[in-house]
């Protein structure tokens, strides 16, 4: 890990670092300056003879790094990127609790948790780090973009591990609800149980049939919206998109779902069919105090876009 960065943190993002090899043991190298090692280092795109021109590079005591600074292994250099500009997302992220430790926040549909790809400045926890004037700010589990809902996160670094260990050991209690079609040939509750298994690179999971079991959802049907249902989700398991995957196998996916059972191309910058699916409490006893906390979504389903 690197020392701390000298940069303060720019619209709630952290300065990138990148470190000069170790010398190595003949003591020779390609690099006969700094400059040379920046340009060598980062992708073509990124424009290092004038970001080293506007002394965007520093070392670890805030000096800037210059183009012909002779070259030094095992140095840290931190810089800002460049940011393109992004879609801004609809919908408002409220901040249903907070307190020294935590903040739960309710997310739009669209909005990224952590800033990722194309997703950067639209992100729960960039936008979250500049209005709350929390620069450590982050999220504790995860939660897709195009679902709404309930997102927790840690303040400062130092409450990190005490309460991901609550989702590590399975102690946090997650309820979604979401909206499918209606269907009189399903009885319910029901549990569903089977394998889900998602190839890093690929846009949908799968279940692979007579695999060991990793995924578990208990579904009940709670109320009826015209010819939908809204369906109350307990997961005992996370897997990425068990839900959605545990509802289009009983035959009724999810409203909106742009993955399952077909895959639709949505622009980026479509946010018109908010996928209905909110994860919408969350309850467990907290690590560090032994107080219950329990926590539920202001939002209701249906989702209208923009909300």
């Not at 795109?45 to 183009?67: C, I, K, T, Y």
């Not at 029901?190 to 279940?207: M, S």
Request: avoid cysteine; hydrophobic fraction near 35%.
């Amino acid at each position: 890990m690197p020392p701390r960065s000298p940069l303060p943190a720019r619209h709630g993002l952290a300065a990138a670092w990148l470190r000069t090899p170790d010398r190595d043991p003949s003591g020779v190298h390609p690099w006969p300056t700094m400059g040379t090692w920046l340009r060598d280092r980062l992708p073509d795109g990124v424009d290092v003879p004038g970001m080293l021109a506007q002394q965007r590079f520093v070392d670890e005591s805030g000096h800037p790094v210059r183009e012909d600074d002779p070259y030094t292994p095992h140095t840290f250099v931190w810089f800002h990127r460049d940011l393109r500009d992004e879609p801004h997302v609809p919908g408002t992220i409220h901040v249903v609790h907070r307190d020294e430790r935590l903040v739960v926040v309710d997310k739009p549909a669209f909005l990224s948790s952590i800033p990722r790809g194309r997703h950067v400045t639209q992100s729960v926890v960039v936008r979250l780090r500049d209005e709350l004037g929390l620069p450590e700010l982050s999220p504790l589990h995860r939660l897709d973009r195009i679902t709404s809902g309930l997102l927790m996160l840690a303040t400062e670094r130092r409450w990190r591990a005490p309460y991901q260990s609550v989702f590590e050991h399975r102690a946090m209690h997650k309820t979604y609800w979401a909206l499918a079609p209606l269907s009189p040939d399903l009885t319910l509750p029901t549990v569903v149980r089977n394998h889900i298994h998602k190839e890093r690179g690929q846009l949908r999971a799968q279940v692979v049939p007579g695999a060991p079991v990793n995924a578990e959802t208990r579904i009940e049907l709670e109320s009826q919206v015209g010819e939908h249902g809204i369906y109350r989700l307990t997961p005992r398991t996370g897997r990425t998109h068990q839900l959605r995957l545990h509802l289009l196998g009983l035959g009724i996916p999810i409203v909106d779902d742009p993955l399952y059972p077909d895959v639709h191309d949505v622009p980026v910058d479509d946010f018109s069919h908010p996928l209905q699916l909110l994860a919408g409490e969350l309850a467990f006893t907290d690590p560090l105090d032994d107080e219950p906390r329990r926590f539920r979504s202001v939002r209701r389903l249906p989702l209208a876009a923009g909300s």
